[in-house]
């Protein structure tokens, strides 16, 4: 890191190229600050001081709008131009060509497997899809209508009692162990949440089908002597799975980094996540969009609620987002998908409400001037219920892709030697110092 100069104590006033000034009204000093990749290190304006004793002069930024809190190489989002790759690759080639597995290699190693590499991942990830029985039992003891992300995240949380070994995260092959534990059971653990709320048996794994084939058999298995997953919705699921696997530093994959920061174990982190996730501004949009259309109901009651929602009244659920300011490039893939899932299952009758919503909102000043266009959300909800699943299971869904890119980031902050516990500064605004009064004097 280049250290910030203090611009009086460079006599020859010879700047670097790439530095911002700041001049200090208060003293009159003026400060030099080196800029890398358009940033400048928020620890450089520590040095901008009325006194000696001062703390320094911090950055405020609630909710981190402006702040990049890490470098990382896994996934690139333009919002503006509306892209999104994972290790440079295009989401629309991945989605196409790809299937999730795969793309979960690439996410965690930052190559495409060669064919060897594939096939032993695929090995590793599909023998290891089994819970230990107790964490049925565990799972038993639910409510018979629980929320499966409440059984999910519990359940995620209490794995680590199961592999107490996990807390050595400095040890990279006892990590990668449980990275391959997370990916292949999370899957499980999600079937065995929505059988519960259905009080069906839980099915456990067939390890000769593929991870969205076996997924899909322990959902839907009844009394078939075999089960065969209907190929078009194993591969839906696949692209959904792909297109939720990682998006950077969103609240999720925060809460992941923040939690793995104090190097806690990776289950425990990842519960954090998950909860992170469940809330209805992030993964829990989706269950809000199905709630909404169906609270709307008709076609002729679109332009009312619209009109609602501009006037503050409550937000249009699957729009919008803080890093998109264009077409979320996942909502147009998932737009596709869900016209080859309704040749399956039939069309989703909320579908009409969903397009009039999107039609007149991507044409209305409201939405227009505020950018806020369709986001993964905004459809994935209709394929899943056209699929059989319940608005509830919906978030976990969505959890189950995203495990590989928590897991990744958490890595990949472990690894970064300018990373230590994540730890924010505040202003504080409470009461100056005073004296305690006695309950009885009070
Ligand atoms: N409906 C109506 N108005 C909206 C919406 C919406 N969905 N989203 C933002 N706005 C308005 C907001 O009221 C504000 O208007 P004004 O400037 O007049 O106060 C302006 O747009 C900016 O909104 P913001 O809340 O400051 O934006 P943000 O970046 O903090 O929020 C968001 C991003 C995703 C939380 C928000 O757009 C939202 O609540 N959307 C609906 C929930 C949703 O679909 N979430 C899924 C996000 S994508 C998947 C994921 O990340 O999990």
């Known amino acids: 890191m280049t250290p910030a100069t203090n611009i009086q104590d460079k006599p020859n006033g010879k700047a670097p190229r790439e530095t911002v000034t700041i001049t200090d009204n208060r003293t009159g000093k003026q400060y030099e600050i080196p800029i890398t990749d358009g940033t ?28 990049a809190a890490t470098r990382s190489s896994i996934t690139y989002i333009d919002g503006d131009k ?21 793309t979960a290699y690439l996410i965690l190693n930052g190559e495409l497997p060669t064919p060897a590499q594939y096939k032993d991942w695929e090995y590793r990830i599909i023998h290891r899809t089994f819970l230990h029985e107790n964490v049925k039992v565990l799972m038993q003891a639910f409510r018979y209508d629980a929320h499966p992300m409440g059984m999910f995240i519990s359940t995620v949380a209490a794995l680590s009692t199961y592999y107490p070994e996990s807390s050595d995260i400095h040890d990279p092959e006892n990590r990668l162990k449980q990275i391959i534990r997370l990916i292949a059971k999370t899957p499980t653990i999600a079937a065995f949440s929505y059988r519960h709320t259905r009080g069906l048996l839980y099915v456990y794994p067939d390890n000769d089908l593929s991870y969205t084939g076996n997924f899909l058999r322990m959902l839907d298995m009844m009394t078939q002597s ?22 950077e530093q ?41 709630r909404m259309l169906t609270q709307i109901g008709n076609i002729k009651n679109v332009p009312d609620f619209i009109e609602r929602v501009k006037k503050g009244e409550g937000r249009l659920m699957g729009f919008g987002h803080r890093v998109y300011k264009n077409y979320d490039p996942r909502a147009k893939i998932i737009k596709r998908t869900a016209d080859e899932v309704f040749k399956v299952t039939g069309v989703n009758p909320l579908l009409e409400i969903a397009l009039e919503l999107e039609r007149i909102a991507l044409q209305d000043e409201y939405f227009v001037k505020r950018k806020l266009y369709p986001n993964v959300d905004f459809y994935s909800g209709l394929i899943y219920q056209a699929m059989g699943f319940p608005v509830t299971f919906f978030p976990v869904l969505f959890a189950i892709p995203r495990t590989v890119g928590w897991l990744a980031q958490w890595q990949e902050m472990l690894n970064d030697p300018e990373q230590k516990i994540a730890r924010p500064r505040q202003i504080y605004t409470g009461s100056a110092q005073r004296d305690y009064v006695p309950l009885a004097a009070r």
């Open 250 to 290: 969103n609240c999720g994959t925060n809460a992941m980094r923040a939690i793995g920061s104090s190097h806690v174990d990776p289950y425990s982190a990842m519960a954090g996540a998950a909860a992170a996730l469940y809330g209805p501004l992030h993964g829990g949009a989706n269950e809000e969009v199905l």
């Open 40 to 67: 400048i290190r928020a620890m450089d304006l520590r040095q901008i001081k009325v006194n000696d004793d001062d703390f320094g002069m911090m950055t405020y930024d609630p909710a981190l709008m402006n702040t």
């Open 226 to 247: 075999k089960y065969e997953p209907d190929p078009v919705k194993t591969r839906a699921l696949d692209v959904l799975f792909i297109l939720h696997a990682d998006h």
């Open 82 to 102: 509306g892209i999104l790759r994972y290790r440079g690759y295009p989401i629309e080639q991945l989605a196409e060509q790809s299937n999730y597995l795969e």
